[in-house]
């Protein structure tokens, strides 16, 4: 509890001390910063295990988040209007489910709030929050000491955070929230077993904005869309656990697609996958007649989607369908899914992670290196 108070106060004392310099200063800000902290509590749904009930039947479940955050000063620009003042930022969140057997998970995170309406002098808004980001301090499964964790074999997790917020501005600087979301920790089957916890928390909480000005309107219309095509070759490594308490193998994708921006927020295409599992041979060298070669390889075509939050910020999604798998290395059904976080880093450059899922059983995490061949004709602001 000392260290969590000690975290909250420096966090505080940050902002407070960046909010201050900036009025001193005489330029116009660039970006406006905020400090948020909420209080949640909700359900935890069980795996449908014995063991999984179990621990849901006597946990109790709350959580706190600190998010600082920070949205664009001018109403003109491009995202800035498109999303109607969005806030993005990182985030600290500590949850305690009085289990040792889950553990008392942190997690960092990035987070990005989106209203749904312009918020101008309004006292009522709605928005929604997505947040994607590394947990960490669970108490993963071991068959001796902790056979009763059968939600996580992994001390560090993903966490992923979804929610429908409902805001109340009191001021231009203070306002208050409710909202009611879903969390999800997973390992991308990094080290099984791997059911994940799920969360379904209320939430209530604060906002203070370290500016009295107003969210400005933006007052000419925005320019038109003109729509091109660009060529994304995306390069992927991961780490997968096949069987409980055996080695960790080397998986790679290599994807290409040709996707068209359609508008400022989205893109949608067409591509195709190719998957490398190692060590295929030796894991099951008694499985009828394939080669090395096709039981290491699988291929698929791919229908890729991609929400654009910002020029930097994308978040893709994809659905396929294989043309050649093997069962044996995971891939379970003959379709898949795919949804991540990317950034951009140079102008044809991105990075990030993007988690692969059979019918929502995870397959694995992708850490991505990837190129885009593209010319847009758009202006932004």
């Known amino acids: 509890m000392r260290n969590f108070t000690l975290i909250v106060v420096l966090l505080s004392f940050g902002a407070l001390k960046m909010a201050s ?5 005489k330029l116009p800000k660039k970006y406006y910063h905020s400090l948020q902290a909420s209080m949640e509590n909700g359900a935890m749904l069980s795996n449908d295990t014995e063991f999984g009930d179990q621990i849901v039947n006597s946990s109790y479940y709350n959580g706190f988040n600190l998010q600082y955050g920070w949205s664009k000063n001018d109403p003109e620009d491009t995202y800035n209007r498109s999303y109607r003042h969005p806030t993005l930022g990182l985030g600290w969140y500590a949850a305690t489910f009085h289990s040792s057997e889950v553990g008392y998970p942190n997690a960092l995170y990035f987070f990005m709030t989106m209203p749904f309406t312009w918020e101008e002098n309004k006292r ?16 993963p499964y071991d068959s001796i000491n902790n056979p009763t964790n059968v939600f996580l074999g992994s001390y560090r997790n993903c966490y992923l955070h979804l929610s429908a917020n409902l805001n109340y501005r009191f001021n231009n600087k203070l306002s208050a929230f409710g909202s009611l979301g879903f969390t999800h920790f997973s390992n991308g089957s990094f080290k099984l077993p791997n059911s994940g916890i799920n969360l379904v928390p209320l939430t209530i909480g604060a906002k203070y904005r ?3 000005k107003p969210v400005e309107k933006p007052t000419s219309p925005l320019e038109p869309f003109i729509q091109h095509g660009q060529v994304n070759v995306m390069l992927a490594a991961g780490s997968k656990n096949y069987n409980v308490g055996e ?6 994708t290599l994807g290409v697609n040709y996707l068209r921006q359609i508008s400022y927020k989205y893109r949608m295409g067409l591509g195709m996958d190719f998957f490398y599992a190692a060590k295929s041979d030796l ?12 039981k290491s390889v699988s291929y698929a075509i791919v229908g890729s989607w991609e929400w654009v939050v910002s020029r930097t910020v994308f978040v893709p999604i994809g659905l396929a369908w294989y043309l050649h798998r093997n069962p044996e290395n995971g891939e379970r059904e003959k379709f898949y899914e795919r949804v991540g976080l990317r950034f951009r880093i140079k102008e044809h450059f991105n990075t990030g992670v993007t988690i692969k899922a059979h019918a929502g059983v995870a397959d694995m995490f992708e850490w991505t290196l990837a190129y885009t061949f593209h010319k847009d004709p758009n202006k932004y602001r």
Request: glycine share 8%.
């Open 210 to 212: 370290f500016t009295n």
């Open 247 to 252: 080695p960790n193998y080397l998986k790679m």
């Open 283 to 294: 894991r099951f060298p008694e499985v009828d007649d394939r080669s090395d070669f096709s």
């Open 21 to 25: 310099a900036q009025d001193n200063l």
């Open 124 to 139: 009522w808004t709605g928005s929604y929050t997505g947040a994607f980001g590394l947990s960490y301090n669970f108490n």
